[in-house]
Each structure stands twice: as structure tokens, then as C-alpha cells.
């Protein structure tokens, strides 16, 4: 039996909901540099790095250093471009929680509370065509392998058919492979892909974009 529960924000979760979806974040960089390091084009760049070092120091070391140093620099891209991320939520809509998700019409900010902390997060809010957009789903790492992210994404999917609507959607990065299986047994269905900015095209970091369509009677 469950022991956590999922209940509607409130003031007091302001800063674990922040820190949560902070962490969740930055925990996918390490994992998105081996993404990008995996793309033919870096790979080949890598390649032109040594061989450039070692024509020109003549060793075999300073080349492999070369590269090394290379792969920090690739390192520090990504891991910014997950930071740049993590600040943009944190002003934006995280800043002020209720503004965001509980004043304005047919939206939604939920948490699972267990042990009196919050485990995870989910929000929701109309897309426009029918559809609701599901947003900020979190779950801490501690509490992961024990459907909280099943039951948060139920909410939601109940949330979407009482009101209506026709489809509920969600973006996730290629990186977060977790998210990916949850989301698609789960019932939904991967409708397009995307970069989120020059850097990340650079860095092959892809979003993927998904619906759920609730027609469909899936659960």
C-alpha cells in the first residue's frame, strides 16, 4: 500500500518544490554530455583535436590532453545549458507557484507528500486545441521505483478527462530515459522532437514531445 499521498501545493512547499526540480534537472547533465559525446560530428571533432595537438606538440600526451580538455570544455557547455534552464523555471513560473498554477483558470501544481516531505511534483495547465500540458513532474531520488511518478501522472490524466479535454501533452529531453518509459507505459504516444536552442542543436540535446490522447480510453 502507498504511504505517500498527493495533495494541491501549498506556501509551505515552496522551497523543497524549488529544490526539487533543481536537482532533478542538473542530475541529467552528466548523462547528456555522454549523449553528446555519442553524436558522430563531436566524435569526429574529437579526432580532429588530437591529431591538431599532436602534429603540433610532436606527443602522443599533449594530444590525449588536448582532448581532455576538450571534453571539460564539452562538460561545462552542457552543464550550463541545464543551468540556464534550472534559472529560467526558477524566476519564471517557480517563483511564485500559486500565480502560476493555482490562480489562473484550469491549472493545476500538485506534490507527494510522504513522511511529512515532499517526494515529488506535477503541474498542469491548459495548452490551448483541447489539450492540457503536463509540466515540472519530479520525483527525489529517494523515492524513486515506488509509483509516485504513476500516480502524479494519473492525477493529472484524471484532472484532463473530468474537465474534458481531448489530449494531455508533456515534453522530456532524449536524456531522460527514466521519464521516456514511464510516460509512454503510461499511454503516451512520441508526436515530434525538437532543440531547445542553438547550443543545444549544437550538442544534439533533443526534446522530445509527447501526447497522450484521451479518446482513446487508455489508462
Known sequence: MASFRIRQYQDRDYEAVRALFARGILEHARPASGTCCARRGVRLAL?????????????????????????????????????????????????????????PPGCRFWVAEEGGAVAGMVAAVPAGRGELELKRMSVSREHRGRGLARALCREVLGFARARGYGGVVLSTSAVQVAAQRLYEGQGFRKVGSSYPSLLGTLLNFQIFHYRYDLGDGAE
Open 47 to 103: 579526432l580532429a583535436v588530437f591529431v591538431a595537438a599532436r602534429a603540433a606538440a610532436g606527443s602522443w600526451l599533449l594530444g590525449l590532453g588536448a582532448v581532455a580538455l576538450a571534453l571539460a570544455l564539452l562538460w561545462v557547455l552542457v552543464r550550463s545549458l541545464s543551468a540556464e534552464y534550472v534559472r529560467e523555471a526558477l524566476a519564471g513560473d517557480l517563483c511564485d507557484v500559486p500565480a502560476s498554477y493555482l490562480r
